[in-house]
């Protein structure tokens, strides 16, 4: 009756889960036509910088959760031990995205009602939306943009999925 599942927490969101939760605020927002005809160009091609908060502590949570099977050809529900890590930060995290200066009052709304990052449990509100440039040494960044010429040692990494991999200072 358990089997261990396991998922893995990231001190901040990845460019694809920003990516993400722009396209499922703006198609709640705006509808899908609009998403498809205006914004999703626009969100597909965004560059996406990531600054995590100041501290983040990760935790290990064991949770009772409800799974589903099948027992002599009828729905049996069971009980099973799963793993979860929860992130706490202490301080914003900021998100920086090249956007179009024409369409700022659009991107503002869709920004101010983006209420989690990745899961629904996650909480997310937007304190502010301003012009400013990024600065890459404190934000996340994938390793291949990091390159060789730079020394990893400082730096901590984690890998959110399979194919993304970012390194914080």
Known sequence: MSSANSALISPAPGPATVHLALIRASIEL?????????????????????????????SGQMLRAYKAGEDKGRVAIGESVIYREM??????MTVYLEIPLEERDTWEILLRNIGYWGQACSFATCLEVRDCAPETNECAQSLQAVGEHVLLRPFFSCDKSSSEMFSFH
């Open 30 to 58: 705006f509808g899908r036509d609009v998403v498809r005809d205006s914004l999703f160009p626009w969100i597909r091609v965004a560059r996406v910088l990531i600054r995590p908060p100041e501290r983040v502590a990760i």
């Open 87 to 92: 992130a706490h930060a202490e301080g914003a």
